[in-house]
């Protein structure tokens, strides 16, 4: 005769026989988020030195010089010429002159030359600081 195993209620697992429990998958986007680009890493973010504003024609000004925000002054750079470019053809080079008068988004010249050029009042035009005067 054979012998019949009676099996017993088990109270603890063995270790042969745990359930396989799913392991939560690791999210890609949230892993690369926590690592810091390369920029901060090194520690070199260049700052941009040119904006676009407005060319403004005020006839009382001097030819030469342009007058200019503080404000505008900070944010591309505290020089003693700048170089405001139109249309990426032509370029013009003024003496800074601080004016708190002149809105922030406007560079203001003497336009008695500037339609010569094609430039009219109101262009669009980008600025930069100049650090080296060229003679």
């Known amino acids: 005769m054979s012998e019949k195993k009676i099996e017993e209620p088990r109270t603890q697992k063995q270790p042969a026989e ?3 429990v799913p392991r939560k998958k690791i999210d890609i986007r949230s ?3 926590m690592i810091p ?8 973010e260049k700052k941009v030195r040119e904006r676009r504003v407005r060319l403004r024609f005020h ?3 001097k030819e030469g010089i342009a007058k200019l925000n503080p404000q505008l002054i900070q944010e591309i750079g505290e020089a003693e010429y700048i170089e405001v470019v139109v249309a990426h ?3 013009f080079r003024y003496k800074v002159e601080v004016d708190e008068t002149v809105p922030p988004n406007e560079i203001w010249v003497n336009g008695s030359n500037l339609p010569e050029y094609g430039i009219a009042d109101n262009s669009i035009a980008t600025v930069r600081a100049l650090r080296q005067q060229t003679s």
């Open 59 to 61: 006839d009382e000004i």
């Open 37 to 44: 680009p390369a920029s901060q890493i090194l520690g070199k």
């Open 89 to 91: 053809r032509h370029k």
């Open 31 to 33: 892993a690369l988020a």
């Open 18 to 20: 745990q359930e396989d």
